[in-house]
Each structure stands twice: as C-alpha cells, then as structure tokens.
C-alpha cells in the first residue's frame, strides 16, 4: 500500500531522526570539530591542527592506557566469558534444583556498578577489610596485600569484581543458548558414551559458538566502556597503573578543561574500537565462509 | 481507507522539531540576561520580583540548614526578592561546575571561590565585582581586618571571607603519645624520632589515605616550601622553575625519608582520606597530618578521642619555619550580575553574628567575628584561627592556589615518592616531562 504523497514517509522518520541528530550525530560531529582545536569549555576556539593528535600519539600515558584496557578485557574475557560458560555449563548440566544458584549468580549484575565499587572498596580495604581480615583470620596473613594500592594487583584486583559482576550476566546468555540446543543431539551424545564433560566442550559449547562469538564482542567493547568501577576503585591510580582511556578523558576535559585534547582522544578511542569490531566482522564473515564449504 | 497521514506526519514532524529547540530558545534569552539584566519573571527594578542566585559546592546537611534559614529571613524581610541556593558536589564545583554555571543563562550572582590564584582568574575573567564601598560600610564590620587577606586585587575588596582552613597541621592521638612516652616533635629529626619510637610500640606512626592525591600532596608541599623557600616555591607551582630542578629534588628526599622509615601507613595510597581518618579515630594510628576541618568530624565521630594539634615542625630549609599551608575561602558577588546592592545585602545578612553563631552551630569555621563571641567554640578550632592569623608566612595549597595540572604532576610525583616506586629524581622528571607535553 503506497503512501498518496511520497514524502510522507520522510515526514513519518524525520522526528527519530531529528532526535538521533540532536544527541548523536551531533555530538559526535562535535567532538570531531572540537579536536583540532584548543578550547577550555568557554573561551575562545584556538585551532591547533592535528596538534591535538599528535599529542595523544605521543602522549605515553594515553598509550599505557590502552594496554591497561587490553589487559582489563584480556582478564575479564576468562573471568566473565570463560567463568558464565562454565557457570552455564554447571546449571545445564543438572537443570533441577539449579534455579536458586541461576538467581544468586545474576543478583550482581543488577546492581548498580557504583554500590557494587563501593562494598569492593571495603573488601580490598588494606587496614579493615573483608579479604585482608579474612586471609588473617585463617592463619594466611603472608597472602595479605595493599590490593588496590599495589601496581601489581590493582589491575587484577578490578578485573575480579568486573568479573564478579559480569560472569552472571554471560552465564544468561550461554544458558539460553544452551537450552536451545535440540535434546536429541545430546542424547545422541550420551549414547555414544560420551561424558557430561566431553558433552559440553565437544557438543554443547561447538553448537553455541555464534552466542560466544556475540559474547566476546559484547565483553571487548564493554571493556573500552569501563569507566564507573575504576574511577571509584583507583581513579586510574595507584600510580597510572590502573588508567584506562576513559578515566584519563574524563579527567584531561574535566579537570583539566582542555576539550580539545579530550576530543583527539576520543576521536582515537572511537576509532580503536570501529577497528576491532571491523576485524570481527571480517572474522566472522571468514568462519561463515569457511562453514559452508 | 484514504491516506491522511501527511498533514498529520507534517504537523507531529514539526512539532516535535520545535519542542527539542525551544529550551535552546529560552537558553538563548537566558544568556542575554548579562547584557539586558532581564530574564523572565524578573527586573532590577526596585520592587519588582528579583531572583538572587548563589552558587557553592556542598557544604553538608547542616550547614545547607543555615543557608535554609538564611533564605527565609532574607526572603521575610524583602518580600520581592526569590533567592535560590544552588549546592553541587564539592568535586564537580571545583573543576568545571562553576565556570559552566558562570558561563550559562543563570549565572549565580553570588559564588563560592578560594582566595588565591583560582580568585584572580576569576577577575581577570571578569566575574568579580568590587565591593570595597560594601566593607567600608556594615559588611566589613562584621570582619576583622586581617579577615580580608588574600581578598584584595587591584586594591578593591572583591570577596566576602567565609572560612579560613589550615589545610594541613599534624593532629595527634594525646593518649598514644603519652603512653609511648614521646612529647610533640619542634624539628624533622625528632618527627622520624618521634615516629620511630611509637612504631616500635606497634602502633602506626602516621595515617593518612593518599587515593586522591590532595591529602600528601598538601602535607608534602608544604615540606617542599619549607625547604625551597616560599618564593621559591611559588616560582616552582608558576612553571618558573621546574618541578625537576636540584632544590625541589632535594626537598623531594624528605619525602623519601618518610618512605624508607616506613612510618606512614603502608596502605596510603590505596585509602582514600575518610579511610585514612579513620585510622586515626579508632587509636590505630598516633598522628594523622590533614587540614582543621578534623575537629567537627572528630567530635562527631569519635567524641572521646583525646586529640591536640602541632604545625610541621621545623626543616632544615630557606622557607619561614613557622609557615602555615592554608586557604581562606569566599563568596564574589558576580561583576555581571544585576542585582549587586541585593547581593551585599544578603551577603550582609548571612556575615551577621546571628548566622555567623548558626554557622558554628552547624560545624562549620566562619571567620565573621560573630564565630569567637562565644564561649563553647571548641579551643582548637580557635587554635587553628589563632594560627592562621598569627602564621608568618602563609603557604598555598597547590590544588586551590595554582593551576591544577602543575598540582596534579606535583602530587603525582609526591605519591610515588612516599609509595617507594621512584626515586625524588625520577618522579620530579617523569612530572615535568608531564607538564612539557
């Protein structure tokens, strides 16, 4: 059924797109713009060039950052991804009774990322907090640690609560997509002798692989979005050493003011991730391919 | 069935186009109101509605109280005026939330600031206003003179004083001291001596939570004035030195020296200032350097701690050895705003010793004379005034007093010191390699 004026359709998208516009698409375009110039928020435009780009390709804190953030998506990869599976394969494997472990282990994931950063915060405390008290109270005082204020664990030492928070979440997924897998393919599988551990690593997770594929995208650039749990954990610190991109943006425009250097780097940071989700993309559609011949 | 949908398509598409700019429309007028004096609602005509804007970070429930009660008074007494109060988070304020407030459509007429450099770029930015003809009338009477210091440029009065706050002097658990048998240190030695003494009694010498930097940072800075010398060391937050050179090295290594005697708490940099506190306030720790807003929080939080105060004690150094780290803070009536003569008269109202009493009542340090008219103020809070006042030299906080990114490198480079990741050598390059970007 064809509309009787053909710009009725263009009327009919223009107020989503007006919308779209105004708070992404402009913004975006904005930023863009702001990059090649100096500029605290108020006064005048200075334009700089790529001068701003150059300063975030040389800046060694902003290039730590991204290892940081690799490191941070490397960990929770096994500690989110790797830990659901395993989680989805515990409950599938035993569907009765498992009800109230599928409740408790999804609990973290509704709260709030910041109440969640904040009761971490008492149990990494050094002087009084659950873990330290905890390891001192059962004779393994040696384990104890200054876990967000060690370089060496403090990176680590966030990943576990991202971890904590998100393994219930991946656990979801992979339990849907495990309960879609036909019943007979399993059956088929314990007649031929198989057990329930071969059963799942060599039948169940083959046969969810698109839904870890979609999982492990979800996780990398859910890790480039990381912000809320490292700026009341550590704030990028002790020492840099828990900086990701977007603790160091957030305090290079806001409390620096310098939005123009901000932009450059999320320029940068946009750019990272279009990359990544290209070469998943380019991945996927070789594994499609490669499936079908 | 006809198809009607493109006057209807039309009519929502523009509607809603409208609908999305016209709070860009009201923001345009607003922002004419510097130029104009009018946005809707209100004139500076005398008589007609008048809404007065102040502007401040979050000074806690109860003093938000005061101003609460400040407001209606005011409100009572010239019933054409609306006074609206605006409280932001301490943090949000201090970097971008004034300057966007000061920049937008409702500019406050009357902001909180810091003395100091943050007050000159105000008024070079042109958001302060002279109010010298106020503090020669009933506003100034209501101060000392002394209260002003720090709050005159260009030889015009520009700011109400609100509070003065030493930001940092060494409180001490009194019980801890006398039961490790150690008397209050005058020099560096007897500090490590001191320090020493009551780490061998297993207690934590000094506890302080470093997560935000500022907390050693202001400590630590005012070691390095007192090495380098004031001038010296306003030279070094100016950029006029760098932060690498030999004498902030050197004053760097006292910094190191706190480190390798492993008496300050080892958790210091993973603790934030309240954790850090707290330490203090269980008996855990015997000495916990932070600024005199200590005294209200500990009388709320740990009323039977038995707690004095020192000043740093003395280094081998240029800088004045009785200095003082502190910052005197206050309230600008806006350049731009429209409504000056009702802002000093509200600022006059809420300096008076009626207020001034509530204030103290609330836990905050007013420096309006009304505050010291009393006799159940706590002796230290008076303490810190009588400090303050009588400081021969009074140093700078770097993160209120100077430009934050040369404070941030500084603290940085403090925090690795003290946390035994860098050498004074290598934090003080690594920090003015930072700034040379």
Request: one cysteine or more; hydrophobic letters at 45%; glycine letters at 10%.
């Amino acid at each position: 059924m064809r509309p009787r004026r053909r710009i009725t359709p263009y009327l009919l998208v223009t107020p989503a797109l007006a919308l779209f516009t105004f708070a992404v698409l402009g913004p975006i375009v904005a930023t863009g713009v702001f990059s090649f110039f100096e500029w605290d928020g108020f006064g005048p435009f200075d334009p700089v060039g790529v001068a701003n780009y150059v300063r975030a390709a040389t800046d060694p804190l902003f290039r730590a950052s991204f290892l940081h953030v690799g490191i941070y998506i490397a960990l929770t990869i096994v500690l989110e991804v790797f830990v659901g599976l395993v989680l989805a394969g515990l409950v599938t494997a035993r569907p009765k009774g498992t009800g109230l472990f599928r409740v408790a282990f999804f609990i973290p994931v509704m709260l709030p990322m910041v109440v969640v950063a904040v009761l971490w915060d008492f149990v990494y405390n050094p002087d009084f907090g659950l873990l330290n008290s905890t390891l001192i109270a059962i004779g393994m005082e040696e384990f104890t640690q200054i876990w967000l204020g060690d370089p060496r664990f403090a990176l680590p030492a966030v990943s576990v609560v991202s971890g904590w928070v998100f393994a219930g979440f991946y656990m979801a997924i992979f339990y849907a997509g495990f309960r879609g897998i036909p019943g007979d393919v399993l059956e088929a599988a314990r007649i031929d002798g198989a057990s329930e551990i071969q059963t799942f690593w060599r039948v169940k997770v083959p046969m969810i692989r698109h839904v870890i594929e979609i999982a492990l995208l979800l996780c990398i650039t859910g890790g480039f979005q990381a912000f809320d749990l490292f700026y009341v954990l550590t704030n990028g610190g002790p020492f840099n050493a828990t900086e990701i991109p977007t603790t160091y943006l957030v305090r290079v425009v806001f409390r620096n003011q310098e939005i123009g250097y901000g932009s450059a780097m999320a320029v940068v940071m946009t750019l990272v991730v279009l990359a990544i989700g290209g070469v998943y993309v380019r991945l996927r559609r070789r594994t499609a391919v490669e499936t079908v011949s | 069935m006809k198809q009607r949908h493109g006057p209807l398509a039309l009519l929502l598409a523009l509607g809603l186009i409208v609908g999305a700019c016209a709070d860009d429309g009201a923001t345009d007028q607003g922002s004419d109101t510097t130029s104009s004096g009018d946005t809707t609602g209100e004139t500076t005509d005398a008589g007609e509605d008048v809404v007065l804007r102040i502007a401040m970070g979050s000074p806690g429930e109860e003093q938000i109280g005061v101003w609460e009660q400040a407001k209606a008074a005011f409100e009572e007494e010239n019933p054409n005026v609306s006074v609206e109060l605006n409280f932001q988070d301490d943090d949000l304020y201090q970097t971008i939330g004034l300057l966007n407030l000061l920049n937008g459509g409702e500019a406050p007429d009357i902001y909180f600031e810091w003395a100091g450099a943050r007050l000159q770029s105000r008024y070079d930015e042109g958001f302060v206003a002279d109010i010298t003809e106020a503090v020669d009338g009933e506003l100034g009477s209501y101060f000392d003179e002394g209260a002003f210091n720090g709050m005159v440029i260009d030889e015009k009065n520009v700011m109400v004083p609100a509070n003065a706050d030493v930001t940092t002097v060494f409180w001490y658990n009194t019980e801890i001291f006398d039961s490790v048998g150690v008397s209050v240190p005058t020099t560096w030695e007897e500090l490590i001596d001191v320090s020493n003494s009551i780490k061998e009694a297993g207690i934590i010498p000094i506890a302080i939570g470093n997560k935000d930097l500022w907390p050693v940072g202001n400590w630590t800075s005012h070691m390095v004035s007192r090495v380098i010398g004031e001038e010296a060391y306003d030279q070094m937050m100016r950029q006029e030195i760098p932060l690498d050179s030999p004498e902030v090295v050197e004053a760097l290594g006292y910094v190191q020296q706190l480190a390798e005697a492993g008496i300050v708490n080892e958790s210091v940099n993973a603790i934030d200032d309240n954790e850090g506190a707290q330490l203090f306030f269980q008996g855990q720790a015997a000495m916990h350097p932070i600024g005199s807003w200590l005294v209200s929080w500990a009388l709320e939080e740990a009323p039977d701690l038995s707690f004095d105060y020192f000043n740093l004690p003395e280094m081998p150094g240029a800088g004045t050895q009785d200095s003082v780290i502190g910052v005197s803070t206050g309230f600008v009536i806006n350049e731009n705003s429209e409504h000056k003569d009702v802002a000093i008269d509200f600022m006059t109202l809420f300096s008076s010793p009626e207020f001034t009493s509530l204030m103290v009542d609330a836990g905050g340090t007013p420096i309006a004379t009304g505050a010291f008219d009393r006799d159940d103020i706590d002796p230290r809070v008076t303490a810190m005034m009588e400090l303050l006042q009588g400081a021969s030299a009074l140093v700078a906080p770097p993160d209120t007093g100077y430009d934050l990114e040369v404070a941030d490198a500084l603290y940085a480079a403090q925090a690795e010191v003290l946390g035994g990741v860098a050498t004074p050598e290598e934090a003080a390059a690594a920090a003015q390699a930072k700034l040379d970007q």
